[in-house]
């Protein structure tokens, strides 16, 4: 008796070392995938311009960037939410997402403001997190709207009103595992847009997003521009425009994936170190958003500094100018007929982000660049 159930335990073993070993298998074969969702459509046209609507914008993008990807890497797999003019559901955009258990999540919007007032231009990449800025409120208060036209959106988002600030307090508790990856990529992205797609860069910023909440996997919501502002909606409207902004979004993944490849295909102390070194965002503020993002190795064989860059002019200020408010030791660099006046340097990130908060005293935009040689690579 004791012969068989040894035997029938060795044979238990055995299937379940043979089942572990395929689970790892499938783990490891298991593709990269990437979630691609345009924003609104069908009867949800978004944000409104003079001459275009966001749905129809941002699905045109939002296919381009996925016949990019599957162009340039047949070993992701890409899913898009919608990829034509229908609406679909918030929660049913992330259940796409959580099913294909995706690695991935891009969501692709346009910005706008009201008709009564100036409207700004430019690009912002959010991650999920609490805003403590009324223009982010606003901007998570835009998208999140979209609940208001699916049925018994109170029970399905448990009692989530998005025009009342109150029900974004939740956000201030959500802890994000996936927030750091998030960033990484918001970083690589923003820059692909602002130097690269040439946009106006309003950073990476964070917001109470519900189709963000709702995702188990690195996200990011892209705002193109503002389709208010006549200059923004004529570039998005373009067949070049939209283009070149799935293109820099592209670029950016690119640059993402590649990280990720280096890291897993690494041993695990150095995929440690070399985490260490992937891009990434010194803080990001609620308010005024700060990018940094590491460069290459190749980069890095000048000498390296960090500053905090705080003003642009088109003259050059002496030492000791008013328009400095008191703040010595200035320095700067050429921007094409710009000068770029900045305060301290160090190769220490820890050290130039302790000596923000003074700069910001004076100077509430001012944000940390990085130099090599004098000149900004970040």
């Known amino acids: 008796m004791y012969q068989y159930k040894t035997y029938f335990l060795f044979l238990f073993l055995l299937v379940m070392v043979v089942f572990s070993s395929t689970q790892i298998t499938f783990a490891q074969n298991k593709p990269f995938t990437v979630v691609i969702d345009p924003g609104h ?21 939002g296919l381009k960037l996925g016949e990019l990807i599957k162009q340039n890497h047949p070993d992701v797999r890409v899913i898009y939410t919608r990829d034509t003019d229908r609406f679909v559901e918030l929660r049913q955009r992330a259940q796409i997402a959580n099913r294909a258990n995706a690695d991935l999540f891009i969501s692709i919007h346009c910005n706008a403001l009201d008709r009564r007032r100036t409207s700004p231009q430019g690009v912002e990449t959010f991650v999920l997190g609490l ?16 609940i208001l036209l699916e049925e018994d959106y109170s ?20 802890a994000n595992e996936h927030l750091d990856q998030s960033i990484y990529f918001a970083t690589y992205v923003q820059n692909q847009l602002v130097n690269n ?44 425009g939209q283009t070149s902004l799935a293109n820099a979004i592209y670029q950016g993944f690119k640059q993402y994936k590649t990280s990720i490849d280096r890291r897993t295909a690494l041993p695990g ?14 803080s990001v503020d609620t308010t005024t958003p700060v990018i940094i993002a590491t460069t290459t190795e190749s980069a890095l064989q000048g000498v390296r500094e960090f500053r905090i860059q705080f003003l ?3 003259r050059l200020h002496q030492e000791g100018a008013a328009v400095f408010k008191g703040l010595s030791s200035v320095t700067h660099y050429r921007d094409g007929a710009m000068y770029r006046y900045t305060y301290g340097s160090t190769s220490s990130r820890e050290e130039i982000n302790r000596l923000l908060p003074t700069v910001r005293r004076h100077f509430r935009d001012a944000f940390i660049v990085e130099l090599v040689d004098g000149q900004r690579i970040r």
């Open 41 to 61: 459509g069908g009867r949800d046209p978004g944000a409104v311009g003079a001459n275009s609507q966001e749905k129809n914008i941002v699905l045109t993008v």
């Open 131 to 146: 805003h403590r800025s009324e223009d982010n409120l606003a901007v998570a208060k835009k998208e999140n709207s979209v």
């Open 155 to 174: 029970v399905t988002y448990a009692g989530f009103n998005p025009n009342e600030p109150e029900s974004y307090i939740m956000f201030e508790f959500l």
């Open 197 to 240: 797609a040439n946009r106006t860069n309003r950073g990476v910023r964070q917001a109470g997003f519900l189709v963000l909440r709702e995702v188990a996997m690195p996200s990011v919501l892209v705002e193109l521009g503002y389709i208010s502002n006549l200059a923004d909606e004529r570039f998005m409207m373009s067949t070049a």
């Open 269 to 282: 102390n150095a995929a440690q170190r070399q985490t260490q070194t992937a891009p990434a965002i010194i």
């Open 312 to 314: 642009s002019d088109s």
